[in-house]
């Protein structure tokens, strides 16, 4: 039997607990590169190891693969994706945008994910049964905004420091064409295109665990999310995520000139 919500909300508390105490709290900041910034705190290795601690003790026989303590069982059936704290430089700025991922696949795609926001408590989880919103609006199923151009469309990208040359030259058409663009949501952008107040998110560089626990959450709420030459995104990569087909097939096609 598959973990249910029911299972993903135990992981998401469990990571609460490691995270929401260490939000704006001064904690120290670990730099993985000598040369550059790709910072770690302890909430980030408390986090993932208690949702490790979890799935192994009800799920032994599924893989995980998380950001901070190595991967197990990849060639699995199974495989956990984790993300203790995607957004980890708004986390120690104090921004409430990071998010907790959690994602489950199943032979390599993505079934079920969740993004955890505990500060402004929401979750976000998609399945194949479509995608939930719980928080202080209440609960409610998710659906993605029909938007029907991409000069209508809001657009967002963590940052576009990100990009270079060709990579940049295309973003930047594409953020030309469009009606509004916004800055530094992280996993927080795609949880706001899945609840149907944004369009079309587009990034480049990131890892399996960026996208584990978000594909389904887009997916279940009608989105399209590939990678820029129209793959599946469990890999990560350069990926586009969209809320509706004409502002995907818009986009991706500046994407693949």
Known sequence: MLPDRSFFNRLAEAAKAETLPRFRSGISVTNKLSSGFDP????????????????????????????????????????????????????ISGVPVWGTLIGLQKNGRAVAGMIEQPFTGERYFGDENG??????????????????????????????HLFVGEEMAKYREIESQVRLFRY????????????????????????????????????????????????????????IAAGSRAVYEEAIAILQR
């Open 40 to 91: 770690v705190t302890e909430g980030d290795r408390a986090a993932e190891t208690a949702i490790r601690a979890l799935i192994e003790a009800h799920f032994p026989e599924h893989g995980i693969l998380g950001e901070e303590h190595g991967d197990i069982g990849l060639d699995r059936e199974h495989v956990w994706v984790i993300d203790p704290i995607d957004g980890t430089r708004a986390f």
């Open 184 to 239: 530094g949501c992280d996993c927080y952008a795609y949880a706001l295109l899945a609840a149907g107040h944004v369009d079309l998110v587009i990034e480049n560089s990131l890892k399996p665990y960026d996208v584990g626990g978000i594909i389904p959450v887009i997916e279940g709420a009608g989105g399209i999310m590939t990678t820029w030459d129209g793959r599946r995104p469990e890999n990560g990569g350069s990926i």
């Open 131 to 160: 995608s939930t919103y719980s928080g202080p609006e209440g609960e409610r199923r998710l659906q993605v905004r029909d938007c029907d151009a991409l000069s209508n469309a809001i657009l967002f990208t963590t940052s576009p």
